[in-house]
């Protein structure tokens, strides 16, 4: 019943994405993140190609509206273009032994960028920004919000993770992508506080908010979702994740409450979870273990540490690094442990993974890109708290946006630094829709910019 069902909704999905770039962006994202391909029995939507499909719908149904993200005002692109350019470079110099690994790899990093640059694209107001949000909220929600919850309400100390793949498969993968996702839910209930109607919100949240008991119902289910995805984190006892999640967390409180009531209410917290919860054995050490002195690493760290040199030699032996994807490739030619910690190995870390497999140039075009993104998150946050121009709905939208963003970008960067997951769709879609945020935020500001000249002008004349 449920194959049937899933697979009615995808081919819908498919039917309704073809009625404007919009549709079709919500619905490759649908495809991306929540995969029903992958939640079904039946391979059907997998053999008919149905997630190739939505791709095609969407980058060619931008193209024939004239959407693309190359363009005059496209400065936020500009990093993140030149570092596809480098990893393409390194691709063709070294790259895999394997050509179909090459071709394969780079064209995964191109339809990545493409995909989350074109979003940027799409999304040109508030209500899109909201709409998409919405979707990746409810993604999240349905997974690990779900399996968080049930683990609670059962006295379950871990919560499974066999329902999540493409750029959540692994545990690690999965609790990090839970704690990026988890400002997905935090914005969407930020948004849903007030009762005034707001132009920033799509219908049917406007709806929601005139009504009290539903805006009540919904603003407590995201509570508990939210608290299912933090579970979810927790339970999956990835060390890195957890770190990141709480130091976002710890972030995003301060920016929206204050530094002295985030810290009185992070106090609170931690009493009470530790008078409340009863984590499972062994867990505590295992989080304090990360911050062990190098001679008490465990054999999981020791190993990271060792396999982030071997990424240092590929990228002193290669300029442009060995090519997307061929860190593993390369690792035998460069282990000089005899094997010690196998064959074929992963680096463990994103920045690593940069370094690696775009040399140098690449890591310092990477590490310029999230740089970027954070100044403009932070300038736009501030600006919106201070201004006095723009309506208390726009206000709230474009602190409570810039703070989402940051705390998912500041989740990954943290726990990316552990985990090889570069090429993850959510964080170069970040980088994307800050550009976007940034850019609607200028653009509200222009009228009121200009009527405020209109006023001074008049003034003058005047007197």
């Known amino acids: ?29 649908w495809f991306a993140i929540f995969r029903p391909h992958d939640w079904i029995y039946s391979s059907l939507l997998s053999d008919l190609r149905v997630p190739l499909l939505a791709t095609l719908i969407f980058f060619l149904g931008a193209a024939a509206k004239g959407i693309h993200p190359f363009g005059r005002d496209a400065k936020n692109i500009v990093p993140a273009l030149l570092l596809v350019i480098i990893l393409a470079i390194g691709t063709l110099l070294a790259g895999c032994s394997d050509s179909l690994v090459r071709i394969y790899s780079m064209t995964e990093v191109t339809v990545l960028f493409y995909a989350c640059f074109l979003t940027a694209k799409v999304v040109k107001t508030k209500r899109d920004f909201f709409s998409l949000y919405a979707l990746l909220a409810a993604c999240i929600s349905f997974h690990a919000g779900k399996e968080g919850l049930i683990a609670l309400a059962s006295g379950s100390h871990k919560a499974a993770y066999g ?38 919100l799509p219908r049917a949240f406007n709806i929601l908010r005139r009504s009290s008991a ?25 060390r890195g994740s957890f770190l990141a999640t709480m130091g ?19 106090t609170v917290a931690g009493v009470l979870i530790s008078v409340l919860y009863q984590p499972p054995e062994g867990y505590v050490d295992r989080i304090q273990s990360a911050f062990a002195e190098s001679d008490e690493l465990d054999a999981s760290a ?47 870390s994103s920045h690593f993974q940069i370094l690696a497999e775009s040399g140098y140039l690449g890591l310092a075009v990477w590490i310029t890109m999230f740089i970027r993104s954070l100044f403009q998150q932070v300038r736009v946050c501030r600006a919106a708290r201070n201004g006095d121009q723009l309506p208390v709905g726009d206000s709230l939208f474009y602190i409570s946006a810039s703070s989402a963003l940051m705390g998912t970008l500041l989740v990954f960067i943290v726990g990316g630094a552990f985990y090889e997951l570069a090429y993850n769709d959510l964080a170069w879609l970040i ?7 940034s850019k609607m935020y200028h653009q509200d500001q222009e009228p009121t910019h200009q009527g405020t000249l209109r006023n001074s002008k008049h003034v003058s004349l005047t007197s």
């Not at 545990?171 to 132009?199: E, V």
């Not at 710890?250 to 929206?256: E, Y």
């Not at 204050?258 to 992070?266: E, M, W």
Request: net charge positive; glycine share 10%.
């Open 1 to 29: 019943m449920r194959d049937i069902v899933v697979t009615l909704v995808a081919f819908a999905a498919l039917v309704w994405a073809l009625r404007s770039p919009l549709n079709a962006m919500l619905t490759y994202w």
């Open 163 to 200: 329902t999540m793949s493409g750029l959540f498969t692994g545990s690690n993968a999965y609790a990090l992508g839970s704690g990026m996702l988890l400002f997905t839910i935090i914005f969407i209930a930020q948004n849903l506080r007030k009762s005034q109607k707001s132009t920033s």
């Open 214 to 238: 539903a805006r009540k119902t919904t603003l407590l289910a995201c509570g508990l979702l939210a608290l299912g995805v933090l579970y979810n984190v927790v339970s999956l006892e990835s």
């Open 248 to 266: 976002a967390i710890s972030v995003w409180l301060t920016i929206n409450i204050g530094s002295t009531r985030a810290l009185i209410l992070g």
């Open 302 to 348: 020791t190993s990271r540490l060792y396999f982030w040199q071997i990424a240092r030699s590929m990228a002193n032996s290669n300029p442009f690094g060995v090519g997307a994807g061929c860190y593993a490739s390369y690792y035998n030619a460069y282990d000089e442990s005899g094997g010690l910690h196998g064959t074929f190995r992963s680096v463990h």
């Open 431 to 437: 980088v994307a829709l800050t550009g976007s945020v």
